[in-house]
Nanobody
Framework: QVQLVESGGGLVQAGGSLRLSCAAS????????MAWFRQGPGKEREFVGG????????YLADSVKGRFTVSRDNAKNTVYLQMNSLKPEDTAVYYC????????????????WGQGTQVTVSS
């Protein structure tokens, strides 16, 4: 089992940027598809973006396309979420997840989760 720890969250003004990191331990993430989800206040956890094990394919939710980028560094066992042009509606706890199926967007497809990091965007 792989353990995941997110970092990089915080408070930022609308239009600003943040980069979240997800550091893995216990196992290498090189064989996993990785993804980011978020859960806003009173909302369901939703898919944000994902990346295949080789970084050949990335996929993003429509709500963040053109603003967010997912990347990974398998040598560092770390996944990143670069968030630009942040909006108040991006406020949420952001979670990193590892799974076996590239392209999966359902939370049920991921078995390993981090504890989350809070992102708050002020208007």
């Amino acid at each position: 089992q792989v353990q995941l720890v997110e970092s990089g969250g915080g408070l930022v003004q609308a239009g600003g940027s943040l980069r979240l990191s997800c550091a893995a331990s216990g196992r290498t993430i090189s064989n996993y598809a990785m993804a980011w989800f978020r859960q806003g206040p009173g909302k369901e956890r939703e898919f944000v973006g994902g990346i295949s094990w080789s970084s050949a394919t990335t996929y993003l939710a429509d709500s963040v396309k053109g603003r967010f980028t997912v990347s990974r560094d398998n040598a560092k066992n770390t996944v990143y979420l670069q968030m630009n042009s942040l909006k108040p509606e991006d406020t949420a706890v952001y979670y990193c997840a590892a799974g076996s199926r590239s392209g999966a967007t359902r939370k049920e497809d991921y078995v390993n989760w981090g504890q989350g990091t809070q992102v708050t965007v002020s208007s």
